[in-house]
């Protein structure tokens, strides 16, 4: 399992469980990873702005060198979203990183495509990928730009909640809760993933102004 520092991500930690069938009992990290410079920029850029977060389980990837983890990022809402016709900073987190942000209540007013408006929480949530070596220290290798999915009202809180393979094209599933209600999935075939990640030494050349957070399309059923 990784289990990265909260806040930072960084120093990468790992538990080795053995398998849930046989579970070893543990008394501390197996190995801790050295820290990630890029992480520790993010932290200085942006500080409690964006936040990332502890993982799923992960998976050894074809090959046995190495495995993927899906964790989670929390940004501020006002990095994306206003509750002032005043404000008329483009909303980034990069133009709030540089001015005092207001305190925000837990819940806002969200109004929707539908044209109705519901509560939004004052964090944004969304996941990314990442690729770690699968022998000790288990270094970070590659990480993937953030992605927010399909959520039928846009609460903002989306969680990633488990990891699997599936299917004769052993296609990644991605389970993940919605607005602490629903139950959802996303299912990504491998070469997709693949080239979502990015090698972790070009995400930090690239400098931490340069990481983004999309959504993904996708289809949601409901019922």
């Not at 060198?65 to 994306?80: M, Q």
């Not at 590659?142 to 903002?156: E, K, P, R």
């Not at 296609?171 to 993933?193: H, K, Q, T």
């Not at 930090?204 to 409901?222: D, E, F, I, K, Q």
Request: glycine fraction near 6%; hydrophobic fraction near 35%; charge should be neutral.
């Amino acid at each position: 399992m990784s289990y990265p520092v909260y806040h930072t991500f960084t120093p990468h930690s790992i538990f080795d469980w053995g398998s849930y069938a046989h579970l070893r009992v543990k008394r501390g990290f197996d190995s801790v990873a050295p820290n990630e410079p890029f992480f520790a920029d993010m932290n200085k850029a942006f500080g409690n702005l964006l936040e990332f977060s502890g993982s799923t389980r992960a998976i050894l990837e074809d090959g046995g060198k190495s495995y993927i983890a899906v964790g989670h990022l929390r940004a501020h809402a006002r990095c994306f979203h206003s509750i002032s016709s005043s404000d008329k900073v483009p909303l980034t987190c990069t133009n709030l990183a540089a001015r005092d942000v207001r305190p925000w209540p837990d819940w806002f007013d969200f109004k929707h495509w539908d044209g109705r408006s519901y509560a939004h929480h004052r964090r944004e949530y969304a996941m990314f990928l990442y690729r770690f070596s699968a022998t000790p220290p288990y270094e970070i290798t590659h990480l993937s730009q953030a992605f927010t999915l399909c959520s039928y009202h846009h609460h903002g809180v989306i969680f990633p909640t488990g990891l699997e393979r599936v299917g004769p094209e052993r296609d990644y599933l991605i389970a993940y809760g919605d607005s602490d209600r629903y139950s959802r999935f996303l299912i990504m075939s491998a070469p997709n993933v693949d080239k979502l990640l990015q090698p972790i030494r070009e995400v930090r050349s690239a400098g931490v102004h340069n990481y983004v957070l999309c959504t993904l399309p996708c289809a949601v059923m409901h019922g």
